[in-house]
């Protein structure tokens, strides 16, 4: 056992700053007001619903999360965010068509009251879609100073204690690391000269950061998953999380995928397609949109099945992801996975997954447990990459000497350690010896 971590108390109120105020974040904030006044059950948040297991089996403690570590209460919750739509939140999330118009009424004048400040927008990098709520400035530079201005402006005016931001935006075109990236300086010189490798997520991400404030990012973007950006936050003491919430067919695969492999199954071919008719799935129908989320949704059966280590079972998978674009469905996603499998002499087997699930009912519980937990992380002195919040990310952050662990069952087992380890409990290896011994 260690000594636990000096977390400092979650006094006064935390203002959760989201930039994108579509689907996901009306739902979540929708959610979290429902919640609170006691009209809906927080199902799918680990942080509201979760509990832990603390010393032996034996002993029967196993608080709820949000007794054994210090989170915000959700009463002490102010949102606010940016869009490039001028809707309120109510308006958005009547647009977005997630939940039905009689449970927003409940909260009506709670989402009318977050209003979004304008964007830093630029078609270049979401081509689908555009709108009139957007900032000017003279270089990206001045943008990231008109964000850092908001930022305190928010603080100010709601009188928070303490911020947390989360990148909801649409996915931006696919990106690679480019040598602007590489430094502060090099970064900072680039939004002088508006360097078209920063694109409009790096640069709330950068304010965000700059100003110490944690961040994590829901969608596939690179975003703040860049050296230039993880320098500043050890500089700011920032914590980060992301990239891409693990929500529908992926969180599928990362659930199948273990169990196959713990049981030495080998795999031929995993087929993922899937039907969303929501704003998401537009922006996604842009081949550039949608090679970013390609690339974070293939990554995850190879670094659980390991073909390096099992290539009689995994070399030669074939892994194909599809998204249609189809509006008759909304924000109801409809998924298909075909998996070809192969057991005891090489004999072939089959399975099918059929996800008829809601997009941003799975997302919102993402949103605010990262937030409170991001904001638990900056109170407990922990900055950077966490990667224990892996359990909710489809292309993990991580270090860059490993690679990133993508397995449901390891992620939660790290999440939960990590809390232990703050609280300065024992960690639960599950070896179990001392019950036989
Ligand atoms: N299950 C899920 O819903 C899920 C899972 C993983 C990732 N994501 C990602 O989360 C993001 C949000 O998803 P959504 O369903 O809410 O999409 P959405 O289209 O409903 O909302 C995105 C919002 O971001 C706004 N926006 C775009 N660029 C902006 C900018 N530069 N500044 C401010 N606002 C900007 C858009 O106007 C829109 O209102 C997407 O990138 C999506 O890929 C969603």
Redesign the pocket.
Known sequence: MTAPLEIAPAHGKLGVLL???????TTTIAGVCAIRKGLAPPIGSLTQMGTIRLGRRSEGRVPRIRDFVPLADLNDIVFGG????EEDCYA?ART?GVLEARQLEQVRAELEAVRPMP???DRRY?RR?D?PNVKKGKNKRDLAEQVVADIRGFKEKHGCDRLVMVW????EVYMKPADVHATIASFEKGLDASDEAIP??MIYAYAAIREGIPFAN???NLTADIPALLQLAARTRAPLAGN??K??QTLMKTIIAPGLKARLLGVRGWYSTNILG???GE??DDPESFKT?EESKKSALDYIFQPQLYPELYKDLCHVVRINYYPPRGDNKEGWDNIDLVGWLGYPMQLKINFLCR??I??APIVLDSALFLDLARRAGMSGIQEWLSFYF?APMHAPEVYPEHDLFIQLMKLKNTLRYMRGEQLITHLGREYYD
């Open positions: 930039v994108g105020l579509g689907a996901v974040s940016w869009d490039i739509f958005a977005a964007a830093v927008f979401v879609l709108g909801c935006g649409s996915t409009s997520s829901a969608a596939p891409d919430m929500t529908g929501n704003r998401d922006v996604l989320k997009d941003s799975l997302a489809k």
